[in-house]
Structures are given as C-alpha cells and as structure tokens.
C-alpha cells in the first residue's frame, strides 16, 4: 500500500502467489499456538480457519477485503470455528448482512469481537460486555499505512500473554499510534 502526500491510499497487489496458497496445511505446523486469518483467497481463509480450529489454536479471524466473497454458508461455518473476529465497522455490516443475522448474533457466535473505527475508536466484545477505548490521539501523522496490522498483533500479543481487555486494546492502540506517526521504508517521490 501506497500513500500520497494527501493520505490516499493506493493499492498495488498481484495475487499469483496467493492461488497456491489454498495448499499450505497449517496442521503440519506443531508449535502455532496463535494466529490470525487475514486476507488472503477466501478458500484458502476457510482452509486455513478449518486447520486452526481442529489443532486448538487461538486465533483472530480478520476477513478485510475479501468478505465479500464468502458466502452465507461460509461465515456460519467460521462463526462456528473461529474464537476471535476482528472487523472494522464497515466490514462488520458486511458479515451481518451476508450471514443474515444481527449484531448482538454476531458478538454471541464469538469469544471475543474486536471492531475499529479508524482514528475515533476501538470496541471489544464479550457477551454482554463491552470495552470501549477512543483512539490515541496521534498529531503528525507520518504514514496510515500498516496501523491496522499494528493494533491487531499488538491485541494479539497482549491476549495471549493473558492481560485484561483493556490492557491488550491499550497495547494494540499504542503499536498503532507509532505506526502511524512513522515514516517507513517503502517511500516515492513524485516526478
């Protein structure tokens, strides 16, 4: 992802690759004790929720751009394997309306439901409780590139070694607001 002077975002992506990755079997891989399902070929999203959920593995599913894709079957499927789901307020109209079902279905068909929405907030969901956090207040934003990636394994991270929900969303929060205030590798000068 690519990110001009005005913060538009620009996507370049060749998905070759991405057509053999349906045959990675997670199952070979005794040590994983954690993970997350990103965007990725959506069989191979499914495969690899399948793969999780039978080796007991904590993971996030995290659908991003490619939900659209999956059908009314799949997401129940998911809904009965997946744990965890990480979603930003769109997406999480999305899986509703394709799953048929309503928000508070939603929340109870996961463990924990994490929503985003951008720089306003974060939520986190157990039935019935809910954590809310605003946003770290970041002035000089540098580069919105990679922030969603930084909260999810900062939760991640923080989850797994057993802090509170307020704690993991903190700690997600703040990866996030130093990704964001970060100019990294991948820059461009216009010509």
Not at 1 to 17: E, H, K, L, R, S
Not at 36 to 44: G, M
Not at 46 to 58: G, I, K, Q
Request: charged fraction near 20%; charge should be negative.
């Amino acid at each position: 992802i690519i990110t001009d002077a005005w913060n538009n975002q620009i996507t370049a992506f060749y998905p070759g690759a991405s057509g053999e990755s349906k045959e990675i079997a997670l199952t070979e891989l005794k040590w994983v004790t954690l993970g997350i399902v990103s965007p990725n070929n959506p069989l191979t999203m499914l495969r690899h929720v399948r793969d999780l959920a039978s080796m007991n593995v904590w993971f996030f599913f995290d659908p991003g751009q490619p939900l659209s894709a999956f059908s009314k079957e799949q997401l129940h499927e998911i809904m009965g394997l997946a744990p965890y789901l990480i979603v930003n307020e769109y997406e999480k109209d999305l899986f509703c309306k394709i799953a048929g079902i309503g928000f508070d279905d939603l929340i109870m068909s996961f463990e924990k439901v994490v929503v985003t929405l951008g720089s306003q907030w974060v939520e986190l969901r157990e039935w019935p409780e809910l954590s809310k956090l605003t946003a770290n207040t970041v002035e000089d934003v540098l580069d919105p590139t990679g922030a969603g990636d930084a909260l999810r394994w900062g939760l991640l991270a923080w989850l797994y070694s057993g802090k509170s929900r307020v704690e993991s969303l903190e700690q997600g929060q703040g990866l996030a607001a130093l990704c964001i205030k970060t100019k990294w590798t991948l820059e461009y000068t216009a010509v």
